[in-house]
């Protein structure tokens, strides 16, 4: 049985590539960088040999410097009891 290649994409948002594989996303770091692409080829090369890709591989690059749900939750909790 052939698989169709999951295509890379531009997750214009935050300008990240990425790709989706069985339904789940995996933001592989800057748009078109040459890490975005090793990342690409190395997530197509393991859903080929039928192994999972790791967790953290779907997780948003540590780079960004937003908030995250957790940080938002405490910000508010520490707002409201003050």
Do not use: C
């Amino acid at each position: 049985m052939s698989r169709r290649v999951p295509k890379y994409r531009h997750y214009k948002p935050k300008d990240l590539g990425m790709v989706v594989i069985d339904g789940r996303a995996h933001y592989l770091g800057k748009y078109d960088s040459p890490e975005s692409w090793e990342r690409y080829h190395r997530l197509i090369a393991d859903f080929h040999s039928g192994r999972q890709g790791k967790p953290s591989s779907s997780a948003p690059p540590a780079s960004n410097t937003g908030l995250t749900v957790n940080e938002l939750i405490l910000a508010y909790a520490r707002f409201a009891d003050g």
